[in-house]
């Protein structure tokens, strides 16, 4: 059987309206209201968290006391593995080769001179300890070079980003929290915001660094060195982006590849920048606000609205935006009816819809057998056979039974 969808000037009882008209009603009335902040008090909350930040956030350059950032020099302990080699031991141009194990004490024993202590020395130190031990009594002039054969490790728990925990293994004079981030680099998944860490010795313990502030990033270079077992919990930093929705041109048109989020640049991004990159209010409708959200140091969620007109006049301020922003666009009473028709307007095989156009009439039938038809397809059907009889205006639909 062969379905129809025909235009006529039908005429229907009142009472089969109402629950369109009601419907409709409730479409305009319903839409919900912004009281929000006013535009010259988000302003000044913005003026003061940034000064906030400023007086936590100081440049490294005006803190005297920070250590330094590049790993120190190795220091020799228990469990390291050392090779010396000791030139005139035996012959004047032979070298000497010899293993020594650091030991729980501290100290390594070579031949003649006995245990020597070396805990806590740099390689070029132990280098002069041993030489100050054979010389002059052994050797006249011996020429002493130690290295580190293998080196005691300290395994420390990192779990950061998307591949979850990590063994790292931290030499001695690496055993600090940010050497044990960036070892896990790999696995973190962006620089790391907050730093948590559990201590080996007090797993009820937990140390919070906020790495975003200069003076808690001083805090955890000063923090005591990493042992064994202690476990580093980072939290990367998300991604720089904003959120918009409602009134959009894309999101009516289906949106982009990433959603209704947009990434802030390094130049940074301003309201109205947002808004022309979701493709800004479509043309046909005339947006009425711009809702901005953000959400505030103390917790707390801003809500500020701006009037389109003004925005685009330059009345209102085009703020700079922030990460986490949500921007929407409300629908209108006039947009909110037209999409509550849109969604009403279903077609299948079999259902007939009949148009009652509001200033002129003019027949019109399209084909919509098959059932491969949704409603937008067959909208343009109509709409392209409207205007073929060269009428120039056509109501949503009705449906009729």
């Not at 130690?146 to 004079?173: C, E, F, M, S």
Request: charged share 20%; aromatic share 4%; hydrophobic share 40%.
């Amino acid at each position: 059987m062969q379905a129809r969808t025909t235009h006529g000037c039908a005429i229907r009882p009142v009472m089969r309206q109402m629950p369109l008209l009601i419907a409709l009603l409730a479409c305009a009335c319903n839409a919900p209201s912004y009281p929000g902040m006013p535009i010259g008090e988000f302003l000044q909350v913005m003026e003061e968290e940034d000064a906030a930040m400023r007086a936590t956030s100081r440049p490294a350059a005006a803190i005297t006391t920070r250590p330094a950032v590049t790993t120190a020099a190795y220091t020799v302990g228990p469990s390291d593995v050392l090779e010396i080699t000791i030139y005139g031991l035996d012959s004047l141009d032979t070298p000497t080769v010899l293993p020594a194990r650091v030991s729980e004490e501290g100290r390594i024993v070579l031949p003649m001179v006995g245990p020597l202590a070396v805990d806590g020395q740099t390689l070029a130190q132990v280098e002069r300890i041993i030489t100050a031990a054979y010389s002059p009594r052994y050797i006249l002039k011996p020429r002493v070079l130690v290295d580190v054969k293998q080196y005691h490790l300290t395994h420390v728990l990192v779990i950061a980003g998307p591949a979850g925990a990590r063994d790292v293994a931290l030499r001695r004079n690496e055993r600090s929290v940010l050497q044990s981030l960036a070892r896990a680099e790999g696995g973190i998944g962006g620089a790391p915001q907050q730093v948590y860490i559990q201590p080996a010795s007090d797993p009820n313990k937990l140390e919070s660094f906020d790495l975003t502030q200069t003076s808690e990033v001083v805090r955890l270079m000063a923090r005591p060195p990493l042992n064994e077992g202690d476990i580093v919990i980072a939290r990367a930093v998300p991604p720089p982006v904003v959120y918009i929705h409602g009134l959009t041109a894309h999101n009516r048109t289906g949106g982009l590849a990433g959603g209704n989020i947009y990434p802030i640049p390094e130049t940074g991004l301003r309201l109205l920048q947002a808004i022309a990159a979701a493709g800004g209010p479509p043309t046909e409708f005339d947006a009425d606000k711009v809702v901005l959200t953000r959400r505030l140091r103390d917790g707390r969620n801003a809500l500020v609205v701006f009037k389109w007109k003004n925005l685009v006049d330059g009345k209102e301020p085009d703020v700079d935006l922030r990460p986490g922003d949500v921007i929407e666009i409300p629908h209108t009473a006039q947009t909110r009816t037209e999409e509550f028709l849109r969604r009403a307007l279903v077609f299948q095989a079999g259902m007939t819809a009949v148009y009652d156009p509001i200033s002129q009439f003019v027949p019109t039938a399209v084909n919509v057998s098959g059932g491969n038809h949704d409603a937008y397809s067959i909208r343009k059907l109509i709409l392209s056979d409207v205007a073929l009889k060269a009428t120039n205006r056509i109501t949503s639909p009705v449906l009729g039974p």
